[in-house]
């Protein structure tokens, strides 16, 4: 029985309608008829339900039939509309014809209806008919356009044609191409049916067979995309595209294939792919207003303590900020400014665990979704609040050795201040007294008053006290717990009703070993104690130690600072890739924050513009030739140089190229370490050095105030590049600023006269009035300058530093000025600099005045001498020692200055330096001076260290060579550094081969022969093989490299029992075997004395190792087992890759296929962004877009704006498996517009939250 005709009937007279319901009964009309009488009822019977025909009245109250015709034109078109009207004028009825309705009848002639019903619906079904026609058509004329197009972009690429007969499988027609492209002649092709089969590749050869089994079924993949073997064993990926012919009967018989090799642009996106992937740097997205996030990489997953990227989206943004007003702050700022970059925030981890992280981010409003990257700087910040609390330590010791007015004083500031740095309880401090062999209290803090005044007296001798067992032992204690200490934990506190959690008790001893005092820190609860904090108290330990001696503080200070420097050197890694002709490959976000460049902006830029912006025309010019080497000879080159990035900030980098194979092509990698801080550090201590080599160059060998004057002011000028300055001494009796020494242009020397000290139009007269400082890094932008500005500019000046020189009683003696050319950054390091040279110079102006001062400065002067930071040797011409500092006492391990006096200097250096020296000295005597030479001096425990010296003649007052003066620096620390750093990039390196490997991988395999190849030539190893684990879950050996078969063989047998293996494979365990020959005693291994073992792993299941193999037994250290583990890690983190991307790509093409197969058109929809993920073949057919158009575009771009709103509602509301239907006027791409009935699914989609979208035709 054949359904009931859906009516909709129009009616407010209800006796009207049941008259109309009556005739089409009469007149055996099969129907349903739904009765509306209002606009608003209408209109809800359109949009909820399908019906074949329409009836209307034309008259109705609350609106008129033209309006709901124009509504069902809207809401339900192509569906007959019918008026029936009690009158209806000739003129009246035309215009309703004009306006679409189908007929109209009279409700007196009531027996037309049916009729007309009939008539109206067979109208609809040839029109539906014919529009089908000619959709068809249409898409014939469409599908010819796009097989031409299809035709002329595949005429630009090699291409080969195929005629496939079916169900043989011959090959009718095989075109010239296909021999260029497979390496096999044509006959070999017509000879054998289905010849694609026997060069496909073994991955790929199921997936073949099964299509070609679907062209015997009939069924026709539009395209097939596989990867072959060439004759010569070359891999390549083809695409394959097909045409199907069919007989009468609609049987396939034949198919007509295109095929292109498509290798480059496959390897382009898995290289691309894996590189984002495996960034150094945690990388996200998240819903701007819920906070849920919607992408991130493995980096941000393991960041943040997470498994699986799965389980941290599971996690809101909001769970990680510690406090929630930083993340909205950071949330207003995005969306005020649009970006942030570089904010550094503490966030918190899934264990609950704190971290501190530099983040820039992006706002996508019309998206609705922030993008952007973490990056650890944990290590930094920790290192930054170490270096504050070494630092204000520093500061403690410092200040109470300086300010104190007796030891009790100095004790007391000690304690206190240590006790609230290290947030301890209590503290107190005993002086050892060793004639009666008693400990003393000397201060106490943060205990009760009258426990001070009643703190015992300890005998050395007293068993459990912490402080006797220290004192005797001279051997710290460090008990964060004190009942988990095995030396301590039995002892009793001596104050009445104090329990100690926590105790840190230390010995204070002076250079001779001999015991001064011991110092207590208390807690009551258990407590924390970094390791740092024992190196920092055995430095502080050296200085208490000097001043409770009332050694100079100043030496303890200088001391201690160097200590703390190496604290300093933090850095992250920039990688670019470039071509040969200077375009950028690639480049990742620390590139970006070293050099200042915006990502849009450089991604169009050749690397010699770039470099432009950067860097100093004579570095460009190293750079260049750099560049020339890699190209040429093919050998990495490193290099540091100072950029100046693009918001003006100076920065220093170090620079390391090695010329790699990117896309069968040579280009260069090159990695970017920001070592800024590092050489921030190297250069203040080297201008410290040369400062204080200044003044005891020029204060021992200067004739006079104005020689002095004159090399204080030149030393000045070349250490700090300044352009020209002047030193002023002040006569008190004239009250004048008289010239003592100065370096200025010749043309403007006339300026240079006395100048009344009380005329305040000069600038140096401010600065002596007021006895304070003036740092002018730009002398238009400094308040006190400006008003100077016209007597500055006769100087050409553009930044100026001018400092008093004052006396131990604040008197004004003179004013040193230096001035610069061009504005000039003057950091605080300066200021201590400049600092510490007006109070030397002061005290060496002073002893030139004269004779008490001259003999009261001698004593000065030694001090200067034996507090200098440096070692310091006078020696006569034959470089017999005449003195020498305690501190080059110190550094040669030598009690006494006269165990120096007279020995030869050069004896204490290494045999081979010895004579080096004599030659250097030869020359010295020709040239005054030298600077910086690298020697190895020998002590006298036979111990060598690295020193670096500078020397310079003494004249007599005859200007003859008198004496020598050398001054040496121990740089042992430094010299580590810089190993460090060549070890660092050693390990760089290798990790830039292995992103190199990555790079020319095409698959799993090749990229497991590179790796090896890779790891065995950059870590020397001889052999080595690769395991991977099977499908059946057992170990298989995949690759090897250098290995005998016997040794093959050994661990072959070794993967299918409990054997020295099973720790490896089983566990995860790196194994480290030093006697292989253990592992066969039967037959001895040849030339194989250790093997090593890595585990790979995958979300935390071993997946396979890397077994290396060495012929020569060798140390491994724990640094070298962290490498070759972190090798590991990468290279089980590629192979799950490799592995993830084949299950996805073969998920893909079995869901293309699906949607393929179905008639209706499918969309599939980014639940976000709206973008169109996947579309099927008849949609592009339909609306007459390629595919890649549609899946540029938002599902929005296809509707017209009329329908906007219902569809972003639904986005809105969707949840999981939920629906709705929906009728949408959609837009094609000639601009046609077609009613179609949409139904949407809210469905995951790989890895995609999107909306499934199904269009059929309404």
């Given at each position: 029985m054949t359904s009931p005709l859906q009516v909709l009937h129009l009616e407010d007279n209800n006796i009207d309608a049941e008259l109309i319901r009556e005739t089409l009964a009469v007149h055996k009309v099969h129907c349903e008829i739904t009765l509306t009488a209002t606009r608003e009822?209408?209109?809800?019977?359109?949009?909820?339900?399908?019906?074949?025909?329409?009836?209307?009245?034309?008259?109705?109250?609350?609106?008129d039939g033209f309006e709901a015709l124009k509504l069902a034109k809207k809401y339900a078109p192509g569906i007959p509309f019918i008026f029936i009207s009690g009158v209806l004028g000739e003129e009246l009825a035309i215009e309703t014809l004009k306006k679409g309705a189908t007929d109209y009848v009279i409700k007196s002639r009531l027996e037309r209806l049916a009729p007309a019903i009939n008539r109206a619906l067979k109208e609809r079904e040839e029109r539906v008919t014919r529009l089908k026609l000619e959709r068809d058509l249409a898409e014939l004329e469409q599908m010819i356009s796009d097989l031409k197009s299809t035709y002329d972009e595949l005429t630009k690429r090699v291409r080969g044609f195929l005629k496939i007969e079916i169900p043989e499988l011959k090959y009718s027609i095989v075109d010239k191409f296909l021999a260029d492209l497979s390496g096999y002649p044509i006959s070999a092709w017509r000879q054998t049916p289905n010849f694609i089969a026997k060069i496909i590749h073994p991955d790929f050869q199921d997936y073949y067979l099964a299509r070609i089994a679907e062209f015997r079924q009939g069924f026709v993949p539009k395209m097939l995309e596989y990867k072959i073997i060439k004759q010569d064993g070359e891999e390549r990926w083809w695409l394959q595209f097909n045409i199907g012919a069919f007989d009468a009967q609609g049987r396939l018989t034949s198919?007509?294939?295109?095929?292109?090799?498509?290798?480059?642009?496959?390897?382009?996106?898995l290289k691309y792919q894996n590189l984002f992937e495996n960034a150094l740097t945690g990388m996200f997205r998240t819903?701007?207003?819920?906070?849920?996030?919607?992408?991130?990489?493995?980096?941000?997953?393991?960041?943040?303590?997470?498994?699986?990227?799965?389980?941290?989206?599971?996690?809101?943004?909001?769970?990680?900020?510690?406090?929630?007003?930083?993340?909205?702050?950071?949330?207003?700022?995005?969306?005020?400014?649009?970006?942030?970059?570089?904010?550094?925030?503490?966030?918190?981890?899934?264990?609950?665990?704190?971290?501190?992280?530099?983040?820039?981010?992006r706002l996508y409003p019309d998206k609705g979704f922030i993008e952007g990257i973490f990056i650890n700087i944990t290590s930094q910040k920790l290192a930054e609040e170490a270096l504050k609390r070494d630092h204000s330590v520093f500061q403690l010791v410092a200040n109470a050795?300086?300010?104190?007015?007796?030891?009790?004083?100095?004790?007391?500031?000690?304690?206190?201040?240590?006790?609230?740095?290290?947030?301890?309880?209590?503290?107190?401090?005993?002086?050892?007294?060793?004639?009666?062999?008693?400990?003393?209290?000397c201060a106490a803090t943060s205990i009760d008053p009258e426990a001070i005044k009643n703190l015992p007296i300890i005998p050395l001798t007293q068993e459990k006290h912490a402080g006797a067992l220290v004192g005797r032992t001279k051997k710290p204690v460090f008990a964060p717990d004190i009942s988990k200490h095995e030396l301590i934990k039995d002892f009793v506190p001596l104050i009445k009703d104090y329990t100690v959690g926590a105790n840190i008790t230390w010995p204070i001893v002076n250079s001779k070993d001999e015991l001064i005092a011991v110092l207590q820190l208390a807690n009551q609860e258990p407590k924390e104690i970094q390791g740092e904090v024992k190196i920092l108290f055995e430095t502080i330990s050296s200085m208490i130690a000097s001043a409770l001696e009332r050694f100079q503080a100043e030496q303890a200070l200088r001391d201690s600072e160097e200590k703390f420097r190496a604290y300093a050197e933090q850095s992250l890694?920039?990688?670019?890739?470039?071509?040969?002709?200077?375009?950028?490959?690639?480049?990742?976000?620390?590139?970006?924050?070293?050099?200042?460049?915006?990502?849009?902006?450089?991604?169009?830029?050749?690397?010699?513009?770039?470099?432009?912006?950067?860097?100093?025309?004579?570095?460009?010019?190293?750079?260049?030739?750099?560049?020339?080497?890699?190209?040429?000879?093919?050998?990495?080159?490193?290099?540091?140089?100072?950029?100046?990035?693009?918001?003006?900030?100076?920065?220093?980098?170090?620079?390391?190229?090695?010329?790699?194979?990117?896309?069968?092509?040579?280009?260069?990698?090159?990695?970017?370490?920001?070592?800024?801080?590092?050489?921030?550090?190297?250069?203040?201590?080297?201008?410290?050095?040369?400062?204080?080599?200044?003044?005891?160059?020029?204060?021992?060998?200067?004739?006079?105030?104005?020689?002095?004057?004159?090399?204080?002011?030149?030393?000045?000028?070349?250490?700090?590049?300044?352009?020209?300055?002047?030193?002023?001494?002040?006569?008190?009796?004239?009250?004048?600023?008289?010239?003592?020494?100065?370096?200025?242009?010749?043309?403007?020397?006339?300026?240079?006269?006395?100048?009344?000290?009380?005329?305040?139009k000069f600038f140096v007269n401010y600065v002596a009035k007021t006895k304070e400082a003036v740092y002018a890094p730009d002398i238009n932008e400094n308040q006190i300058t400006i008003k100077f500005l016209d007597r500055l500019k006769v100087f050409n000046t553009k930044a100026v530093v001018c400092w008093p020189i004052l006396n131990k009683e604040s008197a004004l003696l003179g004013i040193i000025l230096i001035a610069s050319?061009?504005?000039?950054?003057?950091?605080?390091?300066?200021?201590?600099?400049?600092?510490?040279?007006?109070?030397?110079?002061?005290?060496?102006?002073?002893?030139?005045?004269?004779?008490?001062?001259?003999?009261?400065?001698?004593?000065?002067?030694?001090?200067?001498?034996?507090?200098?930071?440096?070692?310091?040797?006078?020696?006569?011409?034959?470089?017999?020692?005449?003195?020498?500092?305690?501190?080059?006492?110190?550094?040669?391990h030598v009690e006494k200055a006269e165990d120096l006096i007279g020995k030869e200097f050069q004896s204490f250096l290494i045999a081979p330096d010895q004579a080096r020296l004599a030659q250097d000295i030869e020359i010295l005597l020709k040239t005054g001076s030298f600077i910086n030479y690298d020697y190895l001096m020998e002590r006298s425990d036979k111990s060598v260290f690295p020193i670096e010296l500078s020397a310079s003649v003494i004249l007599d007052n005859n200007q003859k060579p008198d004496s020598l003066l050398f001054i040496g620096n121990d740089v042992t620390v430094r010299k580590e550094l810089e190993r460090n750093?060549?070890?660092?990039?050693?390990?760089?390196?290798?990790?830039?081969?292995?992103?190199?490997?990555?790079?020319?991988?095409?698959?799993?395999?090749?990229?497991?022969?590179?790796?090896?190849?890779?790891?065995?030539?950059?870590?020397?190893?001889?052999?080595?093989?690769?395991?991977?684990?099977?499908?059946?879950?057992?170990?298989?050996?995949?690759?090897?490299?250098?290995?005998?078969?016997?040794?093959?063989?050994?661990?072959?047998?070794?993967?299918?029992?409990?054997?020295?293996?099973?720790?490896?494979?089983?566990?995860?365990?790196?194994?480290?075997?030093?006697?292989?020959?253990v592992l066969s005693p039967d037959t001895p291994l040849k030339n194989i004395e250790m093997l090593i073992g890595i585990p790979f792993f995958s979300k935390k299941e071993i997946i396979g190792a890397l077994i290396l193999l060495l012929n020569k037994a060798r140390s491994i250290s724990a640094t070298d087992q962290q490498l070759l583990e972190s090798i590991g890690k990468d290279i089980g983190t590629a192979i799950a890759k490799f592995q993830a991307e084949q299950l996805i790509k073969e998920r893909q093409i079995d869901l293309q296929s699906i949607f393929n197969i179905l008639e209706e058109i499918i969309f599939v929809i980014d639940h976000k962004s709206g973008l169109i993920l996947e579309v099927n073949d008849i949609a592009t057919r339909?609306?007459?877009?390629?595919?890649?158009q549609l899946q540029s575009m938002r599902f929005l771009d296809l509707l017209s704006k009329e329908y906007w709103a219902d569809f972003q509602t639904f986005l809105a509301k969707a949840k999981p498996r939920t629906s709705g239907t929906f009728t949408f006027e959609i837009k094609t791409k000639g601009q046609e517009t077609l009613m179609m009935n949409v139904t949407l699914y809210y469905q995951r989609y790989l890895s995609h939250e999107a909306i499934f979208a199904i269009l059929r035709d309404a």
């Open positions: 009822d209408f209109l809800q019977a359109l949009i909820n339900k399908r019906f074949d025909i329409i009836l209307a009245d034309f008259n109705l109250p609350s609106f198919v007509s294939a295109v095929i292109i090799d498509n290798t480059e642009d496959k390897e382009n996106y819903d701007v207003e819920t906070g849920q996030i919607i992408e991130a990489n493995s980096k941000m997953a393991e960041l943040l303590g997470f498994d699986t990227v799965e389980e941290l989206k599971s996690y809101p943004a909001s769970f990680f900020y510690p406090h929630p007003e930083k993340r909205k702050k950071l949330i207003e700022k995005l969306k005020v400014n649009g970006y942030y970059e570089a904010e550094v925030i503490q966030i918190k981890r899934k264990d609950g665990s704190t971290i501190w992280i530099q983040e820039s981010s050795a300086v300010f104190a007015n007796d030891i009790e004083t100095f004790c007391k500031d000690i304690i206190s201040g240590l006790t609230k740095i290290f947030q301890f309880d209590t503290g107190s401090f005993r002086l050892y007294d060793p004639e009666t062999n008693l400990l003393v209290p890694i920039g990688v670019i890739l470039l071509n040969n002709q200077g375009d950028l490959l690639f480049f990742n976000d620390e590139i970006l924050r070293i050099s200042g460049f915006e990502r849009e902006e450089i991604s169009h830029m050749k690397s010699r513009e770039i470099t432009a912006e950067l860097f100093t025309e004579i570095d460009r010019e190293r750079l260049r030739k750099q560049i020339r080497i890699v190209e040429e000879e093919g050998i990495s080159q490193k290099e540091e140089y100072q950029i100046i990035s693009k918001e003006g900030q100076k920065k220093w980098i170090s620079l390391h190229l090695a010329p790699i194979n990117f896309h069968d092509s040579q280009a260069i990698s090159a990695i970017v370490l920001e070592i800024t801080e590092q050489k921030r550090a190297q250069l203040t201590i080297e201008r410290e050095r040369q400062a204080f080599h200044i003044i005891a160059s020029a204060a021992l060998t200067s004739g006079d105030v104005f020689d002095l004057s004159r090399r204080v002011l030149t030393g000045l000028l070349d250490v700090l590049a300044f352009d020209f300055g002047i030193v002023r001494l002040f006569n008190q009796e004239k009250r004048q600023l008289e010239p003592a020494a100065y370096v200025i242009p010749a043309e403007i020397s006339y300026e240079i006269q006395s100048i009344p000290v009380d005329d305040p050319t061009r504005p000039t950054e003057i950091t605080e390091e300066d200021r201590f600099f400049f600092n510490i040279i007006s109070n030397f110079f002061s005290l060496a102006v002073e002893r030139r005045y004269s004779e008490d001062a001259l003999r009261e400065s001698q004593e000065t002067f030694e001090k200067l001498i034996n507090t200098s930071p440096l070692a310091i040797f006078h020696t006569d011409l034959q470089s017999g020692i005449r003195l020498v500092n305690k501190y080059a006492l110190e550094l040669l750093l060549r070890n660092h990039f050693f390990e760089f390196e290798v990790m830039n081969k292995i992103i190199s490997a990555g790079y020319r991988a095409n698959n799993l395999n090749q990229f497991l022969d590179f790796v090896l190849d890779t790891v065995l030539n950059s870590l020397d190893f001889s052999g080595g093989l690769i395991l991977l684990r099977s499908e059946n879950n057992l170990f298989e050996i995949n690759k090897s490299l250098g290995v005998s078969k016997q040794l093959v063989s050994l661990i072959q047998q070794a993967l299918s029992s409990e054997t020295f293996l099973t720790p490896l494979i089983k566990k995860g365990a790196t194994i480290i075997i030093d006697d292989l020959q339909k609306l007459g877009y390629i595919k890649r």
